[in-house]
């Protein structure tokens, strides 16, 4: 049995170093999704084309966390039984969560940010269409307007030659 935790102790190092590389990958995503965002017009196609790669991480991501949950729970009652016997691997296990969860504090504050710029940009964007609606139907009730008025002076005018 003390082999098999061993193995599993393995996996779950593996499974959390690959998750801070994945962790480390949506960060300089969403920071380049900020400066995406920070440019005054920007592309939509390159906005979502990082919206597809975020996706695909965090899939990524649920797919280690069940693997690490499912390796967890076959070593899990072993590791609370004698904890002692794999403390060094415990420690580094506990690294790894440590630093997943600051770099999943710092994306989480990040993608807060860039979520209130984009709901501004949208809000900007929503803004210029009303007033874009609205010039175009000031524009076509002068030109109705004008268009009325030409054809009252035609009458007015043919009706004075006569």
Not at 73 to 93: C, D, F, M, R, T
Request: charged share 30%; net charge neutral.
């Amino acid at each position: 049995m003390g082999q098999d935790i061993e193995v599993y102790l393995s996996a779950l190092q593996d499974s959390l170093r690959k998750k801070w590389d994945v962790l480390q990958e949506l960060l300089k995503q969403t920071k380049k999704q900020s400066e995406l965002l920070a440019q005054k017009d920007f592309k939509m196609e390159d906005f979502d084309a990082v919206m597809d790669q975020k996706d695909d991480l965090i899939r990524q991501m649920k797919r280690l966390d069940d693997g690490f949950e499912a390796a967890y729970g076959h070593v899990a009652a072993a590791l609370k039984q004698n904890p002692g016997s794999y403390k060094p691997q415990i420690l580094e296990l506990q690294n790894y969560i440590r630093s997943i969860t600051d770099c999943s504090v710092q994306i989480q504050a990040l993608e807060q940010k860039n979520k209130t710029v984009f709901e501004q940009f949208i809000s900007d964007k929503r803004e210029e269409i009303r007033n874009f609606n609205l010039k175009n139907k000031s524009a076509a009730s002068y030109h109705q307007n004008m268009t009325n008025q030409h054809h009252e002076w035609q009458t007015y005018f043919l009706d004075k030659k006569k």
